[in-house]
């Protein structure tokens, strides 16, 4: 069993930046499968970033303002986010799993989800 825990989330006005961050216990290893999804108000969750060993997968929403990395060694990985706008305003989750078989952006994917923090950007 595998624990996740965000931090990070907060308010920010269009255009900053904000990094959230998700570690895990007891451990995570370099085959585990990391993403972050999201559930704005009235919307289904959806996948914004996912890192494995075949690299990294980004929702055309988010490409170019948002990196995924993993830090193997810490048990964590980051969701590194600048140039917010007020359509980013969600619930994000941590996601990981040992081995997929579904597409990773699929949240059906995953194991171990993280409880959720908050992200708002106002305009």
């Known amino acids: 069993q595998v624990h996740l825990a965000e931090s990070g989330g907060g308010s920010v006005q269009a255009g900053g930046s904000l990094t959230l961050s998700c570690k895990a216990s007891?451990?995570?290893?370099?085959?585990?499968?990391l993403g972050w999804f999201r559930r704005a108000p009235g919307k289904q969750r959806e996948g914004v970033a996912t890192?494995?060993?075949?690299?990294?997968i980004y929702a055309d929403s988010v490409r170019g303002r948002f990196t995924i990395v993993r830090d193997d060694a810490k048990n964590s990985f980051e969701l590194r986010m600048i140039r917010l706008e007020p359509e980013d305003t969600a619930m994000y989750y941590c996601a990981a799993d040992p081995r997929l078989t579904i597409p990773p952006m699929m949240s059906g994917a995953y194991s171990y989800w993280g409880q959720g923090t908050q992200v708002t950007v106002s305009s």
């Open positions: 007891p451990f995570t290893h370099a085959g585990y499968c």
């Open positions: 890192i494995d060993q075949a690299g990294t």
